[in-house]
């Protein structure tokens, strides 16, 4: 045998060998960092928990004043000049107003807190009754906070479909959040480049529906970017694929992705897409019988 060309053999199998344990020792320390970043993430959720409440709490009793207000100066109108009494109406109604919305964009706060505490801090392994389309909703407020966060020029419209009378399905809420999250990012991510690619003709959408299959429930996640290509669509959910550039993606969500619907869920999980126009990702759940 020619001792070159085994030794070349040879020495082709290490690098190759050694390319893999480099990239197993990446994916190992991108773990550790979603590990602290969990961690990081329930402290900081918790810690803005508190005044979220406060805001809740003194935006309804602030709200109860007003109402009180009104009720006195509807007693008083009657010796007071009409003119003050107007004017007086209009304030409480401005700051009523004003009470509202800052009590709606508390709700949406403490929404995505829902969210993060979710993901950081589910029990991993245990069913519970889940209102899917609430959780699907607060996932997709959580990935564009979190698009929004890394960069303040994104920015997409977002529909929602979702089928009222699907009602609780038992699922590992921590787990689905992370397939919902995954591909949520993705489609943030994909509908952002487009934008990039083309800035005046585009509108990035992201659109979410779900149906009640009987004894399954139907989630679809679908944005308008550049879809994928026909060529991957066999590899995405193989483990450490990605179409994104380096250093932008670990190829393992889609994977684990799979992992859940599949393995742990007995569902499915598939992709429709047309490249160059849009992709969207399909998943059924299984619903149990012990769930009301």
């Keep these: 045998m020619d001792e070159t060309k085994y030794d070349s053999n040879n020495s082709s199998e290490r690098e190759k060998i050694e390319d893999q344990l480099k990239d197993a020792r ?28 406060f805001i809740k ?15 006195e100066l509807g007693k008083l109108a009657k010796s007071m000049d009409q003119k003050e009494v107007e004017y007086l109406k209009g304030i409480l109604a401005d700051m009523s107003g004003n009470i509202m919305k800052i009590s709606e964009h508390g709700k949406r706060a403490e929404s ?32 564009y906070q979190g698009m929004r966060a890394s960069d303040n020029t994104f920015n997409i419209k977002i529909e929602h479909d979702h089928d009222l ?18 591909l949520i990012n993705n489609a943030c991510y994909a509908t952002h480049q487009k934008k990039k690619e083309h800035p005046d003709d585009y509108s990035p959408l992201l659109k979410t529906s779900t149906r009640n299959l009987g004894d399954q429930v139907e989630i679809r996640i679908r944005d308008n970017g550049n879809g994928i290509p026909p060529s991957l669509t066999e ?17 393992l969500g889609l994977s684990i992705s799979y992992d859940i ?32």
């Design 57 to 71: 709490n003194f935006s309804e009793l602030t709200l109860e004043l007003i109402q009180e207000l009104n009720g």
């Design 112 to 143: 995505i807190i829902r969210g993060m505490l979710l993901y950081a801090h589910g029990k991993s392994g245990e069913h519970v009754p889940t209102d899917i389309n609430a959780m699907l909703t607060e996932f997709v407020s959580l990935g």
């Design 261 to 292: 619907i599949v393995n742990q869920h007995h569902g499915e999980i598939k992709v429709e897409t047309i490249e160059g126009e849009f992709a969207e990702f399909i998943i059924r759940l299984p619903k149990t019988k012990d769930i009301i």
């Design 165 to 182: 009378s699907i009602g609780m399905i038992s699922v590992v809420q921590q787990d689905i959040g992370r397939v919902f999250l995954n």
């Design 26 to 53: 990446k994916q190992i320390e991108e773990c550790e960092k979603m590990a602290t970043l969990g961690q990081l993430t329930a402290g900081i959720a918790h810690e803005i928990k508190n005044p979220l409440n």
């Design 235 to 251: 590899k995405i959910f193989d483990p450490f694929f990605t179409t994104k550039p380096a250093g932008s993606g670990t190829g």
